[in-house]
């Protein structure tokens, strides 16, 4: 008999409830699917979590399920390097529940890997809207920017991110870089030599800058 979907226990193989957590054994059940398709998905069986979580929408799952499982598929298509397909479930997430900030930059990291940078920053921006302090939206809108060749702009993105986040590090080595190719070498040192305090050996942030005075 298949382990139980939510706790992994063996059952036995009349069980109709797993003895272990209680959950609901039948296959046809949709709480069994879902779980199912959660384990799967954990376990790194990414093509068979597809196949779970499509099914649940062709049998028409509760409406109030739907974004969570386009999230699901938009997630797993992404990590299978299946940028269209992603697209398709987050937009349709997005859609489904505007609201909801984690969803609109999921969209966006998937825009930014296919190089839709504009699309990219659009969705980053909505995200903004709903959740002001999502730190990662901030630094993907100040990448997708800085490829659009928005600089001042980015240089405002990355700035609101290490005003929230001040020891995001990554933060502070992409504002370095940009102000370094800007020829602002005060304003990039700063950035890089904040790294170095918490990373002596960041071989990166070491190449730009210069050794100071002893």
Same mark, same amino acid.
């Given at each position: 008999?298949?382990?139980?979907?939510?706790?992994?226990?063996?059952?036995?193989?009349?069980?109709?409830?797993?003895?272990?957590?209680?959950?609901?054994?039948? !296959?046809?059940?949709?709480?069994?699917?879902?779980?199912?398709?959660?384990?799967? $998905?954990?376990?790194?069986?990414?093509? $068979?979590?597809?196949?779970?979580?499509?099914?649940?929408?062709?049998?028409?799952?509760?409406?109030?399920?739907?974004?969570?499982?386009?999230?699901?598929?938009?997630?797993?298509?992404?990590?299978?390097?299946?940028?269209?397909?992603?697209? #398709?479930?987050?937009?349709?997430?997005?859609?489904? #529940?505007?609201?909801?900030?984690?969803?609109?930059?999921?969209?966006?990291?998937?825009?930014?890997?296919?190089? $839709?940078?504009?699309?990219?920053?659009?969705?980053?921006?909505?995200?903004?809207?709903?959740?002001?302090?999502?730190?990662?939206?901030?630094?993907?809108?100040?990448?997708?920017?800085?490829? !659009?060749? !928005?600089?001042?702009?980015?240089?405002?993105?990355?700035?609101?991110?290490?005003?929230?986040?001040?020891?995001?590090?990554?933060?502070?080595?992409?504002?370095?870089?940009?102000?370094?190719?800007?020829?602002?070498?005060?304003?990039?040192?700063?950035?890089?030599?904040?790294?170095?305090?918490?990373?002596?050996?960041?071989?990166?942030?070491?190449?730009?800058?210069?050794?100071?005075?002893?």
């Amino acid at each position: 008999m298949t382990k139980c979907p939510y706790c992994n226990h063996q059952p036995s193989e009349s069980a109709r409830f797993c003895e272990n957590c209680g959950a609901i054994l039948q !296959r046809n059940d949709p709480a069994y699917q879902l779980a199912y398709a959660h384990r799967l $998905e954990m376990e790194g069986r990414f093509g $068979e979590a597809i196949t779970e979580y499509e099914k649940l929408i062709e049998k028409g799952a509760m409406r109030e399920q739907l974004p969570a499982l386009r999230k699901h598929l938009g997630n797993l298509h992404f990590r299978m390097g299946h940028l269209r397909r992603a697209k #398709e479930h987050m937009r349709a997430a997005c859609e489904m #529940e505007p609201g909801n900030a984690a969803l609109w930059h999921d969209l966006g990291v998937v825009e930014y890997h296919g190089a $839709e940078f504009d699309d990219a920053i659009a969705a980053f921006q909505e995200a903004l809207v709903r959740d002001a302090d999502l730190l990662l939206a901030y630094f993907w809108l100040g990448n997708a920017l800085y490829h !659009r060749g !928005r600089n001042d702009e980015a240089i405002e993105a990355f700035g609101e991110l290490l005003d929230r986040y001040p020891n995001f590090m990554v933060g502070h080595f992409h504002l370095g870089v940009i102000h370094a190719r800007r020829g602002n070498v005060e304003e990039a040192e700063s950035h890089f030599r904040k790294i170095l305090q918490k990373n002596p050996e960041a071989a990166a942030a070491q190449f730009y800058v210069t050794p100071e005075a002893s």
